[in-house]
C-alpha cells in the first residue's frame, strides 16, 4: 500500500511569507502528526489530528496551525515565515490516536528554506 | 527540554561487528519506539516495546527496555553498510500521550 506522502519535498519562502505544507496518510489511518526537525533542536512535535479535531499540540506559536480533512489528509500552515522557521518537516501517520499499537509511520518530509 | 538523551552521539564501526545504541528518557511511559533515518529523509519505524516488556526482538535487532532506570538500549547484530543511518529513540508518555519525545540521536556508520 502507498506510504505517507508530502508534497512538496523542498520549498523556498522569503521571510514574512507564509507556506502550506500538505500529508497524506496511508490508507485507513485517522491520526496525523506533525513534526519539525532542526540541526539545533531535533525532532520536535508540533500537533496531532485524529478524525479531524487537535487532540495535542506542541510547544510552537500560534504562527503554526494545521488542520485535517474528512479524508484524513492534512495541511499545515507558517505564516509570517522566520529564518528560524527553516527545518525538516515531517508528517507521520498512525492507525490510533497516538501509535500506542503500531508505531508510526513517517512521510520522507518537506524541506523548508527561509530566506 | 523533554528530549531524552541517547549515547554514543556517533558510533564507527565495520561491517559484521554489533552496534549498541543507548537511550535514557524522563518521563513514566506507555511505550518507547526506535526509529532509523538516513540522510534527513523521513524515519523509519523500526520497533515498539511497551512499558511491561523488557526485551523484544526483530531481525537483527534487539531491543531491551528498563522502566526503573528509565532507559533503553538498540542492538544491531552482523552490522551491514545498510545499516548506516541515524538512529532516534522516541517514547510515548503515559499521561498526555498522542505525540512522540524523540531522543537526540545516534550517528551510526559502518563501514564495508
Known amino acids: 500500500k502507498a506510504g505517507v506522502t508530502q508534497t512538496p519535498r523542498y520549498l523556498i519562502k522569503t521571510r514574512g511569507q507564509q507556506v502550506t505544507l500538505s500529508c497524506s496518510p496511508i490508507s485507513g489511518h485517522r491520526s496525523v502528526s506533525w513534526y519539525q526537525q532542526t540541526p539545533g533542536q531535533g525532532l520536535q512535535f508540533l500537533f496531532e489530528y485524529f478524525s479531524e479535531t487537535q487532540r495535542n499540540k506542541g510547544n510552537f506559536p500560534g504562527r503554526f496551525s494545521g488542520r485535517q480533512f474528512s479524508n484524513s489528509r492534512s495541511e499545515m500552515n507558517v505564516s509570517t515565515l522566520e529564518l528560524g522557521d527553516s527545518a525538516l518537516y515531517l508528517c507521520a501517520s498512525s492507525f490510533d490516536s497516538g501509535g500506542l499499537y503500531y508505531g508510526y509511520t513517517f512521510g520522507s518530509g518537506t524541506r523548508l528554506t527561509v530566506v | 527540554s523533554q528530549q531524552g538523551e541517547e549515547d554514543p552521539q556517533a558510533l564507527s564501526i565495520q561491517e559484521g561487528e554489533n552496534a549498541t545504541m543507548n537511550c535514557s528518557y524522563k518521563t513514566s511511559i506507555n511505550n518507547l519506539q526506535w526509529y532509523r533515518q538516513n540522510s534527513g529523509r523521513g524515519l523509519v519505524h523500526l520497533i515498539l516495546i511497551r512499558s511491561n516488556e523488557r526485551e523484544k526482538h526483530s531481525g537483527r535487532l534487539r531491543v531491551t527496555l528498563d522502566t526503573s532506570k528509565k532507559s533503553s538500549s538498540l542492538l544491531i547484530t552482523a552490522s551491514r553498510a545498510a545499516d548506516t543511518a541515524s538512529y532516534f529513540c522516541?517514547?510515548?508518555?503515559?499521561?498526555?500521550?498522542?505525540?512522540?519525545?524523540f531522543g537526540t540521536g545516534t550517528r551510526l556508520l559502518v563501514s564495508p
Open positions: 522516541a517514547t510515548v508518555e503515559r499521561s498526555g500521550f498522542q505525540k512522540l519525545v
